[in-house]
């Protein structure tokens, strides 16, 4: 999928592993929230663990608003999604990972 934006912004790829793509199907998820959440998360950060970017947004799923946590490896102008979940205790999530040192967080 690409994802076409004009203006400022950068033409980007995205592609899935097989494992997030099994996740989207599980979860009968659709590609355009993993996209929005890309685009413009509420939060973002770095897993010096995995060496991936993690964003962070709210959207809209089955008429309700849910967190969702995108996993994705940037190259460039490709983004390789690795996971998705979705997470209802988000803030304690990253007040966890921040405080183990695992996320850091990215200024956009």
Not at 49 to 55: F, K, Q, T
């Amino acid at each position: 999928m690409r994802m076409k934006v004009y203006g400022c912004r950068v033409v980007v790829k995205i592609t899935l592993t097989r494992h997030a793509r099994a996740k989207l199907r599980e979860r009968a998820s659709p590609l355009d929230m993993v996209r929005r959440v890309v685009e413009a998360p509420t939060h973002r950060f770095y897993d010096v663990i995995s060496g991936a970017e993690v964003s962070i947004g709210e959207v809209e799923f089955h008429g309700r608003r849910i967190v969702l946590a995108v996993v994705f490896i940037r190259r460039g102008k490709r983004i390789r999604v690795v996971t998705t979940y979705p997470c209802k205790r988000m803030l304690e999530e990253i007040k966890r990972k921040k405080k183990l040192g695992r996320w850091i967080e990215l200024v956009s």
